[in-house]
T-cell receptor, first 114, second 115 residues
């Protein structure tokens, strides 16, 4: 089975830094993704980790520790437009089909306040 | 072209209607997916097609019937739905395993309301 946990809601101030944590216990692992989803819109890809360590992309960074089943998404210099849900998703090994199935956490709703 | 398109954007249907959702991508991806997303919940995987063959059916009721006519198209046929089936239906596509890549690309979704 798949168990992926994130905080339900977070609030942070414009210009600040926020860290969104994700812990997972899954039957297979072939990478962890972070997606951003604004209300009523489709998820959009933010970052990908398959090896331990930090991946940085502009204002967004993501960290993975496979031994701890833990990841975080770090957002710097927060902007009002960053208010959205942030979804942690684990990709399984795909089995024989080759397709890579994503299992999503419950998502963290981030509100950025002035 | 990194876009997944879905039609229609909105659909209202009665419980006795038959309708279809359509999804298209031209990124050469050989895996395509249907997800269902209820308000304030994460997407839930419904179906996975790999090389145009259905590989995963996550215990979805038979009133949902997927079809993959070719590597660019994915349909979801709907029949005799229930009001609780009202949700955002998301299509996604990806490379198959082996691509270090970028996970799944999502379409904008079809917002379905069953009356």
């Amino acid at each position: 089975g798949q168990n992926i946990d994130q905080p339900t809601e977070m609030t942070a101030t414009e210009g600040a830094i926020v860290q969104i944590n994700c812990t997972y216990q899954t039957s297979g692992f072939n990478g962890l993704f972070w997606y951003q989803q604004h209300a009523g819109e489709a998820p959009t890809f933010l970052s990908y980790n398959v090896l331990d360590g930090l991946e940085e992309k502009g204002r967004f960074s993501s960290f993975l520790s496979r031994s701890k089943g833990y990841s975080y998404l770090l957002l710097k210099e927060l902007q009002m437009k960053d208010s959205a849900s942030y979804l942690c998703a684990v990709r399984d090994a795909g089995g024989q089909t080759g397709a890579n199935n994503l299992f999503f956490g419950t998502g963290t709703r981030l509100t950025v306040i002035p | 072209d990194t876009e997944v398109t879905q039609t229609p954007k909105h659909l209202v249907m009665g419980m006795t209607n038959k309708k279809s959702l359509k999804c298209e991508q031209h990124m050469g991806h050989r895996a395509m997916y249907w997800y269902k997303q209820k308000a304030k919940k994460p997407p839930e995987l419904m179906f996975v097609y790999s090389y145009e063959k259905l590989s995963i059916n996550e215990s979805v009721p038979s009133r949902f019937s997927p079809e993959c006519p070719n590597s660019s198209l994915l349909n979801l046929h709907l029949h005799a739905l229930q009001p609780e089936d009202s949700a955002l239906y998301l299509c996604a596509s990806s490379q198959v395993i082996g691509d270090r890549g970028w996970g799944q690309y999502f379409g904008p979704g079809t917002r379905l309301t069953v009356t």
